[in-house]
């Protein structure tokens, strides 16, 4: 069972960028299709973005973060990226790394791995 551990969040004003990483411990981490998904306080925990495996060719995205947000991979450092441009408010959450063996998904409930998660907060 591969370990995710999320970093990078934090206060950022509006406008800003961030960039969170997971890195991953215990499993071949070229084989797992790798998500991000976020929750905010009062809300379901939804999807932000994945990235295929093995090599990170294929990427999905939420429309909420479309042109703004950019995932990526870094196989030989077992990490994936967040890359948050254009910050709003409304992008406050705690954000989750989530791991799967095989096709990427969508879907929260087809992701066994998971992370602590990591707070973004946007504000003035």
């Known amino acids: 069972q591969v370990r995710l551990v999320e970093s990078g969040g934090g206060l950022v004003q509006p406008g800003g960028s961030l960039r969170l990483s997971c890195a991953a411990s215990?499993?071949?981490?070229?084989?797992?299709?790798m998500g991000w998904f976020r929750q905010a306080p009062g809300n379901e925990r939804e999807f932000v973005a994945v990235?295929?495996?093995?090599?990170?060719?294929?990427?999905k995205y939420a429309d909420s973060v479309k042109g703004r947000f950019t995932i990526s991979r870094a196989n030989a450092q077992n990490t994936v990226y967040l890359q948050m441009n254009s910050l709003k408010p409304e992008d406050t959450a705690v954000y989750y790394c989530?791991?799967?063996?095989?096709?990427?998904?969508?879907?929260?409930?087809?992701?066994?791995?998971w992370g602590q998660g990591t707070q973004v907060t946007v504000s003035s």
């Open positions: 990235v295929s495996q093995p090599s990170g060719s294929n990427t």
């Open positions: 989530a791991a799967r063996r095989g096709a990427s998904s969508v879907i929260e409930r087809d992701y066994l791995n």
């Open positions: 215990g499993g071949t981490f070229s084989s797992y299709s």
